[in-house]
């Protein structure tokens, strides 16, 4: 499912972050340390092979909110964009933790000319960030950059699970139609 919003094509879709060939530049749900580990970034560090730990550990510790760019490797994508989302419950304001997530993914992507790029749902697996309300947070955080944006003509979120892909589209809907 997709839509253009301000000449960008947004698309909405369930499958595998580490298997998205149509776009320049993945980003991964990162912890703090840019390890691999379970959900997005076990997903991410599995299919690009040991040298993109060896890369993030120069780059790690990052605090939430904050986004740092690598080669993708094995992937099949140019770029890998890492952003720690916030642990909700623990860093506060966890919104505005989100928010800058995909800000400064977004920056980082607009800096090497990137023109595709695919997101996960940040922070709603083991970060326990309530889906519904991450959402919230992504589509207003994308509204409120899209005037910013002169490279990117396509973002893609990619979800894992059927009811994250039904929120988010659900909510692209009502920005579009509204």
């Given at each position: 499912?997709?839509?253009?919003?301000?000449?960008?094509?947004?698309?909405?879709?369930?499958?595998?972050?580490?298997d998205?060939?149509?776009?320049?530049?993945?980003?991964?749900?990162?912890?703090?340390?840019?390890?691999?580990?379970?959900?997005?970034?076990?997903?991410?560090?599995?299919?690009?092979?040991?040298?993109?730990?060896?890369?993030?550990?120069s780059?790690?510790?990052?605090?939430?909110?904050?986004?740092?760019?690598?080669?993708?490797?094995?992937?099949?994508?140019?770029?890998?964009?890492?952003?720690?989302?916030?642990?909700?419950?623990?860093?506060?304001?966890?919104?505005?933790?989100?928010?800058?997530?995909?800000?400064?993914?977004?920056?980082?992507?607009?800096?090497?000319?990137?023109?595709?790029i695919?997101?996960?749902?940040?922070?709603?697996?083991?970060?326990?960030?309530?889906?519904?309300?991450?959402?919230?947070?992504?589509?207003?955080?994308?509204?409120?950059?899209?005037?910013?944006?002169?490279?990117?003509?396509?973002?893609?979120?990619?979800?894992?699970?059927?009811?994250?892909?039904?929120?988010?589209?659900?909510?692209?809907?009502?920005?579009?139609?509204?």
């Amino acid at each position: 499912m997709g839509f253009i919003l301000q000449n960008i094509e947004i698309e909405v879709v369930k499958g595998d972050i580490a298997d998205q060939p149509d776009v320049e530049a993945v980003v991964n749900a990162a912890n703090a340390e840019l390890a691999p580990g379970g959900g997005v970034a076990g997903a991410i560090h599995k299919a690009a092979g040991p040298a993109l730990y060896k890369e993030c550990r120069s780059l790690a510790p990052i605090k939430p909110g904050q986004a740092v760019i690598t080669k993708a490797y094995k992937l099949p994508n140019n770029y890998v964009i890492h952003c720690l989302g916030p642990v909700y419950g623990k860093d506060q304001p966890e919104s505005e933790f989100l928010a800058s997530c995909y800000r400064n993914s977004i920056q980082l992507a607009e800096g090497k000319k990137i023109a595709t790029i695919a997101f996960p749902a940040i922070s709603t697996g083991i970060f326990g960030y309530p889906t519904d309300l991450a959402v919230e947070v992504v589509f207003n955080t994308l509204l409120a950059t899209l005037s910013e944006i002169e490279n990117i003509k396509k973002i893609k979120f990619v979800l894992f699970s059927e009811e994250d892909l039904q929120l988010y589209q659900t909510k692209l809907k009502k920005i579009s139609i509204g």
